[in-house]
């Protein structure tokens, strides 16, 4: 589907009986003494860690002169330490759900800019409403619209190279930090849109935070190790880190939109049938891993995506109580829960919905003889 300037904006009802009973058990729960004290100190805790981690390996590559073997685990541990900052700080701080500070998240969400070399600014456009407001609607969400490298929902064309999209896709999602980090922001602000919802050329402290985020990050990750290893061996270095740190977010997020029995829905399927916007994000949107606390501990809770897009403003260290009230109020009131219940059943979701979107749409030429 081409959106269009005369495409009806999406628009979806507020309230409801599922979106009441879930928001009013969920207060409930914050509203426990202590519960909001003990979420909070576990998600500090678990910050410092991150940024620990991050900087020591970070500081033993540039300055400690360590072997093959401590390198490699230093890089490993730089990789690790810049995806728990990235899921476990950054994404929380600019959904506000860090501080009960506008300022502090925001400051804090600034680690977008330094340490993995994207706008926090355009980001909170990206995600907080683009993705989060329209979740799934084409044309919108813009996390879904990657015409014509691929096609992830059904009413997108198809194309004859997306019968292979379930193969080449994987070091496409690698490049997807490196695309940002290098035109992404940029060709954003000069659309002045990212899907279609609109965004400004930062100013103030914005466009300051955005030029100083910018450098801090080409300093530690570029010119810092220029300046100690071969420039071949800094720029391998930089663009393995990159890749590695794009491909576990973009298959993170992925493994909770673009998989097997979630809805995908046309801005006109939206404007015949208004929905509630609470029934709309669950039924997009699917868990994964609910029972792997581990994993939970390193994705910063965004295995239990449905639950994110509802609250997303409550720390993530909270998903997995929240998901025992959600999941029992979807069964109540007749909502679609997705769940799939390990890591590789979830991967495996996404490859045969790949696929098959791949496979359909596409001419079949019937043979006699």
């Not at 980090?181 to 899907?195: E, L, N, P």
């Not at 100013?203 to 530690?220: H, P, S």
Request: charged residues 15%.
């Amino acid at each position: 589907m081409t959106v269009t300037a005369s495409t009806p904006k999406p628009r979806f009802d507020n309230g409801g009986a599922f979106a009441h009973d879930t928001r009013r058990e969920v207060e409930a729960y914050l509203a426990a003494p202590g519960v909001q004290a003990a979420g909070r100190r576990r998600l500090y805790a678990k910050g410092a860690l991150a940024y620990g981690l991050a900087l020591s390996s970070w500081a033993a590559l540039m300055f400690g002169s360590p072997g093959l073997l401590l390198a490699a685990l230093a890089f490993a541990g730089l990789v690790a330490g810049t995806l728990l900052v990235a899921f476990s700080v950054m994404h929380d701080a600019n959904h506000g759900a860090h501080f009960r500070s506008r300022r502090l998240n925001h400051l804090l969400g600034w680690t977008a800019d330094a340490a993995l070399g994207i706008s926090g600014y355009a980001w909170r456009v990206k995600h907080n409403v683009a993705h989060h407001t329209y979740t799934n609607v084409d044309g919108y969400d813009a996390d879904i619209t990657q015409t014509p490298y691929a096609r992830f929902m059904p009413v997108q064309p198809a194309r004859p190279w997306y019968r292979f999209q379930h193969l080449y896709i994987w070091p496409l999602y690698s490049l997807m930090v490196l695309r940002w980090q290098a035109a992404g922001d940029i060709a954003a602000f000069r659309r002045g849109a990212i899907g279609r919802s609109s965004i400004r050329l930062p100013r103030g402290w914005d466009l300051a935070g955005l030029l100083l985020g910018k450098a801090v990050f080409v300093g530690w990750a570029l010119v810092v190790p220029l300046l100690v290893y071969p420039w071949w061996l800094a720029l391998g270095g930089y663009a393995v880190f990159a890749m590695s740190v794009g491909l576990v977010t973009a298959v993170t997020f992925q493994l909770a939109h673009c998989v097997e029995d979630v809805d995908f829905v046309s801005p006109d399927a939206l404007a015949e049938e208004r929905r509630p916007w609470a029934v709309h994000e669950v039924e997009t949107t699917a868990d994964f891993c609910p029972r792997n606390p581990v994993l939970t501990w390193i994705l910063g809770g965004l295995n239990y995506q449905i639950e994110h897009h509802l609250f997303p403003r409550v720390p993530h260290t909270h998903y997995p109580r929240i998901a025992e009230i959600v999941r029992r109020n979807c069964e109540r009131h007749g909502v679609r829960y997705t769940v799939q219940p390990t890591l590789r059943a979830a991967l495996r979701s996404h490859y045969r919905h790949l696929r098959e979107l791949g496979r359909n749409g596409l001419r079949v030429e019937i043979e006699m003889g």
